[in-house]
């Protein structure tokens, strides 16, 4: 069985300051990792995906994740905030592609001026 | 622009009707079409994997006699859902995978449902 655990639900920074979403998930094969951010009548948009390449992956609008297999997380970050980033982040897990996705239950970004 | 057009975006019905949701893809032919529910405060949760022109492979615990989905077409499914009661209110995602996109999958904006 495959889970995600994402570890806050609200996270607030001021606008230029770093960000950092936390997720830690649980799998059974080699995972396949995704963060996805929500937009307020959006649909879901990819940031982001780890399939076994480089653990250092390089995301859209400046954000980037880590796989830490020992640590067994994904954190989601960005060094500087912008206040177009406030929105819904999910961390998902699969062990087949787009297959069977596995969500987290979200973070919501909050960003101040 | 938006490459899945999922309609309605809202809906509010009385219970024991019957609500349908389409999704669309709008610039690629779909293998494969998934269905999420998306209950308040909490993650998405796969109800239903659909191949065109063969029927829709349910997750456990999911009615497939309820939540009817048809995709008779490459560009087209939709879900229905029979007999709404208010448990049944919650928001309803779908998602496209499809032949060239370079294995990106992409989302429907959603449609908000309301049982009465």
């Known amino acids: 069985a495959q889970s995600v655990t994402q570890l806050d639900s609200h996270v607030s920074v001021s606008e230029g300051t770093p960000v950092l979403l936390r997720c830690n998930y649980s799998s059974s094969y080699s995972p396949s990792l995704f963060w996805y951010v929500q937009h307020p009548n959006k649909g879901l948009q990819l940031l982001l995906k780890?399939?076994?390449?480089?653990?250092l992956v390089k995301g859209i609008n400046g954000f980037e994740a880590e796989f830490k297999k020992s640590e067994t997380s994904f954190h989601l970050t960005k060094p500087s905030a912008h206040m177009s980033d406030a929105a819904e982040y999910f961390c998902v897990v699969s062990s087949t592609g787009f297959q069977k996705l596995v969500f987290g239950t979200g973070t919501r970004l909050l960003v101040s001026p | 622009g938006a490459v899945v057009s999922q309609h309605p975006s809202r809906v509010i019905c009385k219970s024991g009707t019957s609500v349908k949701i389409e999704c669309r893809s709008l610039d690629f032919q779909a293998t494969t079409m998934f269905w999420y529910r998306q209950f308040p405060k909490k993650s998405l949760m796969l109800m239903a994997t659909s191949n065109e022109g063969s029927k829709a492979t349910y997750e456990q615990g999911v009615e497939k006699d309820k939540f009817l989905i048809n995709h008779a077409s490459l560009t087209l499914s939709t879900l229905t859902v029979t007999s709404a009661h208010p448990e049944d209110s919650s928001f309803y995602i779908c998602s496209v995978l499809g032949f060239a996109t370079n294995e990106k999958l992409f989302f429907g904006s959603g449609t908000q449902l309301s049982v009465l």
């Open positions: 780890y399939t076994s390449a480089a653990t």
